[in-house]
């Protein structure tokens, strides 16, 4: 069929209004994008909040994002940690990330560089590039881990060959200054 935003909210709303969670999700982030209807954070986030409810990890994901980012409802970082925690406990590398983010800055949480390593770990070894580059500038300061720049240079390639910017950066830097890898 020719793709029809409009029609495709349409179907989702039909399925979200009955419970079904996945269209929720969906629905949430038609209004978050604002893709087939007006963009409008409020309603994205009660849509998210439906779907979250029920177990969906993206929508606790979105949810938690739009609390982090204060879109559709008041900032709330101790809100924004409850969903992605719930959404990083059943394994989803975004919300992992996003909460190894959050200890790392001490939002909603005390600043634990550990703890941080421990969620950016999960994600990196998930192939999440930016939790990848993450864990490498931990590495690579000896925040949460043992200074260790072989180890740096590993996750920065990791993310690097995914095309992750900063780690091509932060790779191309440990080259030219020989840490980790032979100067080149």
């Not at 600043?111 to 070894?125: G, I, L, P, Q, Y």
């Amino acid at each position: 069929v020719p793709k029809d935003d409009v029609e495709a909210v349409m179907w989702w709303r039909k399925a979200a209004e009955q419970g079904v969670a996945v269209a929720q999700f969906n629905l949430g982030a038609a209004y978050d994008k604002g893709e087939g209807v007006p963009k409008d954070d409020a309603e994205a986030v009660m849509w998210y909040r439906k779907a979250a409810e029920q177990g969906d990890v993206r929508a606790q994901t979105n949810l938690g994002m739009m609390y982090n980012n204060g879109e559709g409802v008041s900032k709330d970082d101790a809100e924004a940690m409850k969903w992605f925690r719930k959404a990083a406990e059943q394994g989803e590398a975004t919300a992992q990330n996003n909460l190894g983010l959050m200890y790392h800055e001490g939002e909603g949480v005390p600043k634990d560089d550990v703890e941080a390593v421990m969620w950016w770990r999960k994600a990196a070894e998930q192939g999440f590039a930016e939790a990848q580059n993450n864990l490498g500038l931990m590495y690579h300061e000896g925040e949460g881990v043992p200074k260790d720049d072989v180890e740096a240079v590993m996750w920065w390639r990791k993310a690097a060959e995914q095309g992750f910017a900063e780690a091509q950066n932060n790779l191309g830097l440990m080259y030219h200054e020989g840490e980790g890898v032979p100067k080149d």
